[in-house]
């Protein structure tokens, strides 16, 4: 059995984040494409969190600058704090979600809502808005 997913699902990554990030799936749920990203920039997986993004603003992401954002930062735990449609027949959905995570040794908690929307059929993360 492989390590537990970054996503807090109580999940085995291979059982949970891991076949979306390998590209062998697609999350079926905005809820599911949420805790895949947070697992991604757990794991440093900067072209999945480019990839699902919509398509027409992939190219002004900045894959240094994510990467080296990634490195910076421990994601220590995630709770879904709130989900609004995101369902397999919705076409777009929000979630909101409490991130504890870790840098320079401090700890902080993120706290945002997040939009999504299918793209070419498939969840992408349209925006969010942190709390602060």
């Known amino acids: 059995m492989s390590r537990p997913c970054p996503c807090a699902s109580k999940k085995s990554y291979d059982h949970c984040c891991g076949p979306f990030h390998a590209g062998t799936a697609l999350p079926a749920t905005a809820e599911l494409l949420m805790r895949s990203r947070y697992a991604a920039y757990a794991m440093a997986k900067v072209d999945y969190l480019?990839?699902?993004?919509?398509?027409?603003?992939?190219a002004g992401e900045n894959r240094e600058e994510l990467k080296e954002y990634c490195k910076s930062v421990v994601c220590v735990g995630l709770k879904i704090v709130a989900k609004e449609k995101g369902g397999k027949d919705d076409d777009t959905g929000v979630v909101?979600?409490?991130?504890?995570?870790?840098?320079?040794?401090?700890?902080?908690?993120?706290?945002?809502?997040?939009?999504?929307?299918?793209?070419?059929?498939?969840?992408?993360?349209?925006?969010?808005?942190?709390?602060?």
Request: net charge positive; charged share 25%.
């Open 50 to 58: 480019i990839n699902t993004r919509p398509e027409a603003v992939r």
């Open 96 to 132: 909101t979600f409490h991130a504890s995570l870790q840098a320079q040794g401090r700890r902080s908690l993120h706290i945002e809502t997040s939009t999504f929307a299918r793209d070419q059929g498939k969840w992408v993360y349209v925006d969010g808005v942190v709390k602060h």
